[in-house]
């Protein structure tokens, strides 16, 4: 795969060093001449120097080869221009822009960019974890509307021991998948739940709070 | 006053000072958005509208300068692309009819009316006028056949 990258920092020079490590072919552009100069040193990419939202520098980059965009500068400005050249001007097939202000992620999709926020993803990741330490992953999917968590059932459980179909969970939340004993389960509405296990869940966020404490008992 | 228009102006630079100067003198109701707070300087003793200081890349400015209520946005500020996120907010998020941005780089202006903003770019114009004048004495010979 063809990866090219605009940014700067060590967002740029992490990401990059990921991709080349995965065996892709990683072209990347920086607007700071002697960042270009120290990653040359540094990376086996190929690297341009200039400004990531001038379309001629984009197709100097070779963009008009490349499968995938990533835009990751700290300006969210940069990021649209540059994330709107290449799918709209150049069609890249996949490209991906960074928000810094998480208040622009919904606009952004709104013109059909595929966005992502490190902010929003930390905070609720910090958010969820503060509330609950049985919780050991929350990942935000379809633009933040659907919450998917991994949550071990505590001995003090109000549903250890109960069938799924018994538990009264509140509406519009699923448990995918529980994890007993290492080995992977998919429930049925019979299946017993039991203090140790740990359970994949689907939620919204707006009844995420309720069905975490429905699982894990209404001390928190 | 009838037939006043509510108009926002992103950065109050050279241009968007004089824009705004001359449209409050007209009697329209005007809002002026600049980061740098020495740069509303420029706004003159006929300027009668608001002054707004903040980023214009941020939402919350925008907000702020009620621009959901605008009928026409300038997007002026000295950045090519912070004028692009100034007119996708007018246009995608506040649905503002008359968006006009200035853009330095001629290859950036199809993003512009992609989202749906009219563009003047000093460039282009220059250059347009520079050949206007130089047309008519595009006669030769020229002084190396004299």
Redesign the interface.
């Known amino acids: 795969m063809k990866v090219l990258i605009i940014g700067e920092g060590k967002v740029l020079y992490f990401l990059t060093r990921t991709f080349l490590a995965k065996g892709h072919t990683v072209g990347l552009v920086s607007n700071d001449r002697e960042e270009c100069a120290r990653l040359a040193r540094q990376l086996k990419a190929e690297i341009f120097y200039g400004d990531g939202?001038?379309?001629?520098l984009l197709e100097d980059a070779g963009i008009h080869g490349t499968d995938v965009v990533i835009a990751v500068m700290p300006?969210?400005?940069?990021n649209?221009?540059v994330a709107?050249?290449a799918k709209?001007?150049f069609e890249v097939p996949r490209v991906l822009a960074m928000v810094n202000?998480p208040?622009?992620e919904e606009?952004f999709r709104?013109?059909g960019l595929n966005v992502f926020s490190t902010i929003r993803t930390l905070a609720s990741l910090v958010e969820q974890q503060a509330e609950l330490e049985e919780i050991t992953n929350l990942i935000p999917v379809g633009a933040g509307r659907v919450n998917v968590t991994e949550v071990l059932l505590p001995v003090e459980s109000p549903v250890a021991g109960k069938a799924l179909q018994e538990t009264g969970l509140p509406p519009d939340c699923l448990v995918a998948v529980i994890l007993r004993e290492g080995a992977p389960l998919v429930p049925r509405g019979a299946t017993r739940l039991e203090a140790g296990d740990r359970l994949v869940l689907i939620t919204l966020p707006e009844n995420h709070g309720p069905v975490l404490r429905a699982l894990t008992g209404e001390r928190r | 006053m009838p037939g006043s228009l509510y108009i926002v102006i992103a950065g109050c630079g050279r241009l968007g000072s004089h824009l705004a100067n001359r449209l409050s003198r007209q009697g329209h109701g005007l809002v002026v958005i600049d980061q740098d707070e020495a740069a509303f300087k420029g706004l003159s003793s006929e300027f009668s509208g608001f002054r707004v200081e903040g980023d214009v890349c941020e939402l919350r400015a925008l907000r702020q300068a009620r621009m959901d209520k605008a009928d026409i946005v300038f997007a002026v500020t000295r950045k090519d692309n912070a004028n692009l996120m100034v007119v996708h907010a007018a246009r995608t998020l506040f649905k503002v009819p008359r968006v006009m941005a200035r853009v330095y780089h001629p290859s950036r202006e199809g993003l512009f009316r992609l989202l749906g903003a009219d563009t003047v770019c000093p460039t282009t114009e220059a250059a347009e006028k520079a050949l206007d004048w130089v047309g008519p004495f595009m006669v030769f010979p020229g002084r190396s056949a004299l």
């Open positions: 939202s001038d379309p001629a300006q969210d400005q940069d649209l221009a709107l050249l709209k001007e202000d208040e622009n606009g709104a013109l």
